[in-house]
């Protein structure tokens, strides 16, 4: 999958030429609801001979400014790249981005590829709160802006207890420190983005500080399996209290360079 700059693909033109599928949004935590929007995706780019499967997506979350987030951009694609996703365009919610009305947006997209299809979750939205463009809007505004695009709107995925998967309720499982739900919902156990941590000895232990804003679990210990840069990958313990990080139990010593920690039930 190649990543690049919303800005630099809409000044250079890079796609203006291609047919294109995309999907537009945060996908925070790349639960299982956002998981069926990108498999829809790819599964209509394959059946599409000649078009390529893009997400559009934000670097920092727009929906959650004062909320920690549920991944990094670098874990978000990493999830997309598992669905053979062809493309991330990633956009900077700017302040002048902020203030672009939904049918701006949507003329604007026209302009950067031959958009074939759109696949989008129920809840989608795009604009300002003044000026928003909803799922079920967005034909009749591809239409007005001359473009036949076929949109695929993804209802709800629920979990068996017949309750909405959100993002929503993944922060506050992990609020909760309930990380065999967390798992349920997200169809994998919660991983942590240690790309840029360092790690100083803590007795037997390897202690480092978040430094993204990335959710943590509830303070306590946790069943976790560490992963390195070179794709090593290590039973051990979490423990977590604030933004401390202690990893007991992996038999490593710094300085280690990991990856990420999944964080099991």
Known sequence: MRIYDFQTVLERGLFKD????????????????????????????????????CVITFGTNPK????????????????MERFGIDLTWVIDFSNDFSKMSGSEFIRLLCTMCRIKAVIVGEDFKCGTLEDQVAAKELSGVFRSSGM?????????????????ISSTRLRALLAAGDMAAVEALAGS?????????????????????AVTRQRLP?????????ILMDGRAFDC????SGKDL?????????????????ITP
């Open 64 to 79: 959650t400014r004062e909320v920690e987030t549920l991944d990094t951009l670098r874990l978000r694609t990493l999830y």
């Open 189 to 209: 156990p919660y991983r942590y983005d240690l790309c840029q941590n360092s790690f100083v000895q803590e007795g037997d232990g390897l202690a480092s500080r």
């Open 148 to 164: 036949d695009v076929e949109v695929k709107i993804i209802p709800p995925v629920e979990d068996s207890g017949h309750m909405r």
């Open 218 to 226: 509830r303070d306590g210990a946790y069943k976790a399996k560490l």
């Open 237 to 240: 313990r979490l423990r977590v």
């Open 246 to 262: 202690v990893v007991i139990g992996c038999g490593l010593a710094a300085p280690v360079h990991a990856d990420s920690i999944l």
């Open 18 to 53: 291609q047919d294109m599928a995309v999907s537009i949004g945060v996908f925070d935590g790349a639960h299982l609801g956002h998981q069926k929007v990108f498999s829809t995706l790819a599964d209509w780019t394959a059946a599409h001979p000649g078009t390529r499967s």
